[in-house]
């Protein structure tokens, strides 16, 4: 069964610190999105691109955040500087249609001391 | 602009007990609705979805849930739960804004006790 790969599982950062996370859809998905969420929340949305274009980056706190999905298939997404309240599961999801719901990766754990 | 509000925090129940876990939105327009579950330090996963016709969609893992316009709500069920459905639940509902981005809410956590 196709899977949505990310990278790192675990991360331990310290404050003002830059760190990443990588994402590799599944293949054919034009759709990716990346969601944070903080422990005991449900995900929040952060951006989401259709192929290399990001479509809605209305909530991604673009002083240290930033995203690319430079060929259309894997992304990145950076915090630069982290900060303590970053602390968080970062996850990947990618579709086909959004109507038919994501399939999400693992994510990456991210603490920040 | 759509909401989702999961009623309750945490389910406790018996293994082989029946369970119900809520799920009210709002919406101005038709949505389409999910419900995702998500193990520890694990990524959520597609239990089922409503996107229109039968008001009952049957899912993965013995789950079902009823579509109530009118009461614009999104139930869960499962008529005899095990050890193995402890997780988390997260409900979601979707509408057109460009595209149907969905909305989570902040999850029910389900503790099956033997």
């Known amino acids: 069964e196709a899977e949505v790969a990310q990278s790192p599982r675990y991360k331990i950062t310290e404050k003002s610190q830059a760190v990443a996370f990588w994402c590799d859809p599944i293949s054919g998905h034009a759709t990716l999105y990346w969601y944070r969420q903080i422990l005991g929340q449900g995900p929040e949305l952060l951006v989401q691109?259709?192929?290399?274009?990001?479509?809605?980056d209305s909530q991604l706190p673009k002083d240290r955040f930033s995203a690319e999905r430079l060929k259309g298939v894997d992304s990145t997404l950076k915090i630069q500087p982290a900060e303590l309240g970053d602390s968080a599961m970062y996850l990947c999801a990618s579709s086909n249609r959004d109507k038919d719901g994501y399939t999400f990766g693992s994510g990456t754990r991210l603490t920040v001391v | 602009a759509q909401s989702v509000t999961q009623l309750d925090s945490q389910v406790p129940v018996f293994e082989e007990a029946p369970v119900e876990l809520r799920c009210n939105y709002s919406?101005?327009?038709?949505?389409?609705l999910f419900w995702y579950v998500q193990y520890p330090n694990q990524g959520l996963q597609l239990l089922l979805k409503?996107?229109?016709?039968?008001?009952l969609v049957k899912g993965i893992n013995g789950f079902e849930a009823e579509f109530n316009k009118s009461q614009t709500s999104f139930h869960l069920r499962k008529p005899s739960v095990h050890i193995s459905d402890t997780a988390e639940y997260f409900c979601a509902v979707s509408d057109w804004h460009g595209s149907y981005i969905p909305t989570f809410g902040r999850g029910t956590s389900l503790i099956v006790h033997p």
């Open positions: 691109f259709q192929d290399e274009s990001v479509v809605d």
């Open positions: 919406s101005s327009v038709s949505v389409y």
């Open positions: 409503y996107l229109s016709g039968s008001t």
